[in-house]
C-alpha cells in the first residue's frame, strides 16, 4: 500500500498550484490516500452559499446524519480544498504540512 513521503514539499506545492484538474502520479497517489473510506470520522466541505461560501466540517462514515459544521469558512472552494489538505496530511503523517 501506498504511503506519504512527509517529506515531499513537492506534492504538497503542486497540489496547492492546482487543487483541481489532472494531477501527477504521485499526488494522485497522495490523494487516493487521503480519500481512502476508513472508519474513522473525516473532513468535508459544504457550500453554505452557493458558488460563495465553504464551511469545513466532519462525518462519520455512513453517518445519515448531516455533517457537523465548524466555524471555519472559506471564500473560495481552492482555499477550502487546500485547507483540508493540509488537515489529512497531519491527520496521516503525523506531521504539519510543510507549505504554507
Avoid at 468535508?44 to 446524519?65: I, N, S
Wanted: charge should be neutral; charged fraction near 30%; include cysteine.
Amino acid at each position: 500500500m501506498f504511503e506519504i513521503d512527509p517529506s515531499r514539499v513537492d506534492l504538497a506545492r503542486e497540489f496547492k498550484a492546482r487543487p483541481y484538474g489532472e494531477h501527477s502520479p504521485d499526488l494522485q497517489a497522495v490523494l487516493n490516500v487521503m480519500r481512502r473510506p476508513s472508519d474513522n470520522e473525516f473532513h468535508v466541505l459544504v457550500m453554505t452559499r452557493p458558488h460563495e461560501q465553504w464551511t469545513l466540517a466532519r462525518m462519520r462514515p455512513g453517518a445519515k446524519a448531516p455533517p457537523v459544521l465548524t466555524n471555519t469558512v472559506f471564500a473560495s472552494s481552492a482555499e477550502a480544498e487546500w485547507h483540508v489538505f493540509r488537515l489529512r496530511w497531519k491527520e496521516i503523517t503525523g506531521r504539519e504540512c510543510p507549505v504554507e
